[in-house]
């Protein structure tokens, strides 16, 4: 069962645009979201988080939203620019906080 | 600072080898995790181990998969007669005591490849 989903296995968009990665869960006790940014043959890096008890979190060009009725989380890069160019990964806590859910990733692409 | 080290970076055996993949924590953290991304996959949680214990080990194959971490020395995850089917990038990362943080900051990982 795939708690944390993430349904756009891929993203292309203009440099200075705006980016919008889309994430979905299931699991009710989920109470704190993350996302990661990852480059081919390198690890995750953490990038922003957010915890239940909010609804936006804003680090710079990254925003991520939290719709809790919905179930749902979105990563806002604006602008966007070619160097943010890689896979981007939903995962969520609840309860342990080393056990992290991630979802299937969504291949973001950024074109100059 | 160094970060998470982890090697080899990759590793290639044959179907019934043994494989054995390092992780070296970050300085000052006594605290490990390993995960595993699966090809087309997210990544996937295995075990957690602090210094000479194994903490949660409920992502762990049953059979096959052991892991340790020694009081000298890095966390070794310990692949016996791997199978093609084991072929994945296995990351690493590492806290320190009291760590209470869900941001985990994982190494480069170690693509293991199956003949």
């Known amino acids: 069962d795939q708690q944390v989903k993430q349904n756009s296995p891929s993203l292309s968009v203009q440099e200075g645009r705006i980016s919008i990665l889309n994430c979905d869960y299931t699991?009710?006790?989920?109470?704190?979201f993350l996302w990661y940014k990852k480059y081919p043959a390198e690890g995750p890096t953490f990038l922003i988080s957010?915890?239940?008890?909010?609804d936006k979190n804003e680090d710079g060009r990254f925003t991520v939203f939290l719709n809790k009725s919905a179930k749902h989380l979105s990563l806002h890069i604006v602008p966007s620019q070619p160097g943010d160019s890689a896979v981007y990964f939903c995962?969520?806590?609840?309860?342990?906080?080393?056990?992290?859910?991630f979802g299937k990733g969504t291949l973001l692409t950024v074109n100059p | 600072n160094a970060g998470v080290m982890q090697n080899p970076r990759h590793l290639v055996r044959r179907r019934g080898q043994e494989a054995r993949l390092r992780c070296s924590p970050m300085?000052?953290?006594?605290?490990v995790y390993w995960y595993r991304q699966l090809p087309e996959e997210g990544l996937k949680f295995m075990v957690y181990?602090?210094?000479?214990?194994?903490?949660?080990e409920s992502g762990m194959p049953k059979e096959r998969f052991s892991a340790e971490f020694p009081k000298e020395g890095p966390s070794i995850l310990r692949i016996q007669q791997v199978v093609r089917g084991d072929s994945a990038a296995y990351f690493c990362?590492?806290?320190?005591?009291?760590?209470?943080?869900?941001?985990?900051?994982f190494g480069s990982g170690t693509q293991l490849s199956v003949l």
């Open positions: 990362a590492s806290s320190p005591p009291g760590w209470t943080n869900e941001k985990l900051f």
């Open positions: 699991n009710s006790m989920f109470d704190y």
């Open positions: 957010i915890s239940s008890i909010k």
């Open positions: 995962a969520a806590s609840g309860g342990s906080n080393y056990k992290l859910t």
């Open positions: 300085k000052g953290h006594s605290h």
């Open positions: 181990l602090q210094k000479e214990n194994i903490i949660d």
